[in-house]
């Protein structure tokens, strides 16, 4: 779960119009103000709380994708979308400090070892496994209904020979099993991966036969997504523990939808779009028409006098709104548009009754039509 449950703008101080630099800027100011090493120590705990919420707040504001996020949905809606490790990854911290002779990857350890270790530690090996990303593309009614896809993916497993070593180990003589070196950096103290063993604390004295010293194995598995109704192009999943094998637990599967469009059906949110054509007698005499809806067809009243182009709601037959939750789950509406169709190729019976027709019908009969002859005398009259 996220951090803090403040508002962003209003942790760092900023207004919701500041740019990435105004960000910047003032995420600078407060880290060296709260720097846990920069207080007194009876206020270092205090201290380390204030600099992971504001470090929260510049790794959701400074990523535009994050941010827009959270301008639209707010905490709540952000919050269900986003987990600590997801905000904090690939968070840009490069240019911080660099004035101050600290790198962005070192600030990223800091914090990596305030959060447990997110952001850097040991070895992606004996740590935790690498996040996996896929695609997966669904038929439109898969996606408006929901269902369970099987897909295959490739991934690294810990090798069950050597359970993730890869192979006999000895401690690393440089870092003496600590995995890292301590340096002074001003006004705080640095801990770098330790450059013999890359973080391990050991070394491979002799490497698996299985893994051939990795310590994971490449594997085929078949895992289980299931598709909630309602899901759209463009919208991810995330499948937690479905990614690679490490020693301190799996990584994450995250899957990329993309929905086939329909044959008939389009959709704009929740509501689904159908044209529907009707007879032109239909359209003046008005009739009861079946109209089709994802579950099957539902019976429609067209009002005598319809003219092409109207719109009909059918309440409830749409796609079930993906944001709303629980019992609160609602449907769409089905939106008929009726497409009154001019008969082509008449015989010559069909054609008489239709001229019969025509004499007898008075302007009043086409009242639309008067009125816009009507408007178009005054246009052009001289």
Same mark, same amino acid.
Request: net charge positive; charged share 30%.
């Given at each position: %779960?996220?951090?803090?449950?403040?508002?962003?703008?209003?942790v *760092? +101080? !900023?207004? /919701? @119009?500041?740019? &990435?630099?105004?960000?910047?800027?003032?995420?600078?100011?407060?880290?060296?103000?709260?720097?846990?090493?920069?207080?007194?120590?009876?206020?270092?705990?205090?201290?380390?709380?204030?600099?992971?919420?504001?470090?929260?707040?510049?790794?959701?504001?400074?990523?535009?994708?994050?941010?827009?996020?959270?301008?639209?949905?707010?905490?709540?809606?952000?919050?269900?979308?986003?987990?600590?490790?997801?905000?904090?990854?690939?968070?840009?911290?490069?240019?911080?400090?660099?004035?101050?002779?600290?790198?962005?990857?070192?600030?990223?350890?800091?914090?990596?070892?305030?959060?447990?270790?997110?952001?850097?530690?040991?070895?992606?090996?004996?740590?935790?496994?690498?996040?996996?990303? %896929?695609?997966?593309?669904?038929?439109?009614?898969?996606?408006? *209904? +929901? !269902?369970? /896809? @099987?897909?295959? &993916?490739?991934?690294?497993?810990?090798?069950?020979?050597?359970?993730?070593?890869?192979?006999?180990?000895?401690?690393?003589?440089?870092?003496?099993?600590?995995?890292?070196?301590?340096?002074?950096?001003?006004?705080?103290?640095?801990?770098?991966?330790?450059?013999?063993?890359?973080?391990?604390?050991?070394?491979?004295k002799?490497?698996?036969?299985?893994?051939?010293?990795?310590?994971?194995?490449?594997?085929?598995?078949?895992?289980?997504?299931?598709?909630?109704?309602?899901?759209?192009?463009?919208?991810?999943?995330?499948?937690?523990?479905?990614?690679?094998g490490?020693?301190?637990?799996?990584?994450?599967?995250?899957?990329?939808?993309?929905?086939?469009?329909?044959?008939?059906?389009?959709?704009?949110?929740?509501?689904?779009?159908?044209?529907?054509?009707?007879?032109?007698?239909?359209?003046?005499?008005g009739?009861?028409?079946?109209?089709?809806?994802?579950?099957?067809?539902?019976?429609?009243?067209?009002?005598?006098?319809?003219?092409?182009?109207?719109?009909?709601?059918?309440?409830?037959?749409?796609?079930?709104?993906?944001?709303?939750?629980?019992?609160?789950?609602?449907?769409?509406?089905?939106?008929?548009?009726?497409?009154?169709?001019?008969?082509?190729?008449?015989?010559?019976m069909?054609?008489?009754?239709?001229?019969e027709?025509?004499r007898?019908?008075?302007?009043?009969?086409?009242?639309?039509?008067?009125?816009?002859?009507?408007?178009?005398?005054?246009?052009?009259?001289?």
């Amino acid at each position: %779960m996220p951090i803090t449950n403040r508002d962003y703008y209003e942790v *760092l +101080g !900023v207004a /919701k @119009t500041a740019s &990435v630099d105004d960000i910047k800027r003032a995420y600078r100011a407060l880290a060296m103000k709260h720097h846990p090493d920069r207080v007194e120590a009876a206020h270092k705990k205090e201290a380390e709380e204030k600099f992971k919420e504001i470090s929260e707040a510049y790794a959701v504001l400074s990523d535009p994708q994050k941010r827009q996020v959270y301008d639209q949905y707010g905490h709540a809606g952000f919050d269900q979308r986003y987990t600590t490790e997801d905000i904090f990854r690939n968070a840009d911290f490069s240019s911080i400090f660099e004035d101050a002779g600290i790198g962005g990857s070192i600030f990223e350890e800091i914090l990596g070892g305030m959060f447990g270790g997110g952001l850097g530690g040991r070895s992606q090996r004996s740590g935790r496994g690498s996040d996996l990303e %896929m695609a997966l593309e669904v038929d439109f009614e898969e996606a408006a *209904l +929901g !269902v369970t /896809k @099987t897909v295959t &993916v490739p991934r690294r497993e810990i090798c069950e020979t050597c359970k993730g070593s890869g192979g006999e180990r000895v401690t690393c003589t440089t870092c003496k099993g600590a995995g890292q070196i301590r340096q002074s950096a001003g006004f705080m103290v640095i801990a770098r991966p330790c450059p013999k063993c890359s973080g391990e604390g050991s070394t491979l004295k002799k490497a698996c036969p299985a893994c051939r010293g990795d310590g994971r194995i490449r594997f085929e598995r078949k895992i289980e997504v299931k598709v909630p109704a309602g899901i759209e192009t463009g919208m991810r999943l995330r499948l937690s523990g479905e990614g690679e094998g490490g020693t301190r637990g799996r990584g994450d599967l995250y899957v990329h939808l993309r929905v086939r469009p329909h044959a008939i059906f389009r959709r704009d949110g929740a509501d689904l779009q159908v044209d529907y054509p009707i007879s032109i007698s239909h359209a003046a005499l008005g009739a009861e028409v079946d109209v089709p809806t994802l579950s099957g067809r539902v019976s429609m009243k067209v009002p005598a006098g319809t003219q092409s182009g109207t719109v009909f709601r059918v309440r409830g037959k749409g796609i079930a709104d993906i944001q709303s939750t629980g019992r609160s789950v609602r449907n769409g509406d089905l939106l008929v548009r009726v497409i009154v169709e001019t008969p082509a190729n008449l015989n010559g019976m069909q054609r008489k009754l239709f001229e019969e027709l025509g004499r007898g019908l008075g302007e009043e009969s086409y009242p639309s039509r008067r009125s816009f002859l009507s408007k178009l005398k005054d246009l052009f009259r001289d």
